[in-house]
């Protein structure tokens, strides 16, 4: 079931500002805007999408890729989220913009060609493989990650490469998959693992990047509640473009550590090198903790671009989610794009 966590990633309802208003707004920054930004070597694991709507209400059938048969339905306009606000009182993103400006380098380089290469991508069946140094390795079939209790989790995504969203994630706490697997004491990382499948994924066929995509946390942040594994967004299941049927969503650090459509993960002793400390070790550290006050080697960090809006906003310590994860960290400065 969907529980809404009434905490400060949510607003009360009496606050929301009424439906029509909000998505009268939303269509029109959306037509003022126009999303393009990044250079090649900068991978923002967030939201990813094809078109879905015409914007003007009406429904539209999105095939999940399971079968020539299967496909379910998306409302154009959504209304399936407990505030259409962050706790900040950022508007979200629209599931429009949501789902058709990805990065997904195993399909595309191309951020606006992602959701139609990915739109037939089979997600089901599908299984998660937990080992390492746990006691209780497993291995989860979706119905199982789906039987973890759902809750709704409102996140600003900030991209490495300088634009940000604020997106309505489904999905359940990192650390109750991890619980059910009891890492030993020796366990100091989480490594994660996307599918390697050069049959539909057409940008695994490239030398492009050292496949397959693989990530990892410090256990401590692993375990941190603010890190989901995510199955869905705008109360619906996630799209192949948005890393479906499961994906990592870790808001305090930069898009391209929230790994996609994951198949393993393990408990282990050393820090995992990640796909973009192999390809470009000067540029992307294992941390790529949310900083504006260490640039990228390339760029600032200092402002972004939130997709949909004119001009450009302060960029957030930690995205704004420093009450709950600073602690983790003695220096916010190091090793926040750069390797240490």
Known sequence: MLIKKRSRIEIP???????????????????AAAAVAGGLLAACGAPDAEPVADGDGAATTI????????????????????SN???RGDPLNSLEEITTYNNYYEFTTDKTRVAPLAKNFPTA???????????KPKTFGLEELMAFEQEERIYRMRCVEGWSMVIPWMGFPLSKLLNEVEPTSAAKYVRFETIEDTDNMPGVRSSLFPWPYVEGLRLDEAMNDLAILSTGLYGQPLLPQNGAPIRLVVPWK??????????????????????????????????????????HP?????????IGEFGRRETLLFNGYGDEVAH?????????????
């Open 85 to 87: 606000f962050d706790e």
């Open 298 to 306: 390339r760029w600032s960090q200092a402002t972004e671009r939130r």
């Open 13 to 31: 309802s009496s606050e929301i500002t009424p439906k029509s208003v909000y998505l009268s707004r939303r269509h029109f920054m959306r037509g």
């Open 125 to 135: 069946p599908w299984q998660v493989d937990v080992g390492g140094l746990v006691n």
């Open 254 to 295: 930069y898009g391209f550590k929230s790994i996609k459509s994951i198949v393993k993960i393990d408990l282990v002793d050393t820090m995992p090198e990640s796909l973009w400390m192999k390809a470009a070790p000067n540029e992307y550290g294992f941390f790529a903790t949310v900083n504006p006050n260490v640039p």
């Open 328 to 340: 983790l960290y003695d220096d916010p400065d190091y090793d926040t794009t750069q390797s240490s």
């Open 63 to 82: 095939a999940t890729g399971n079968s020539a048969e299967e496909s379910y339905v998306l409302d154009a306009m959504p209304g399936t989220v407990s």
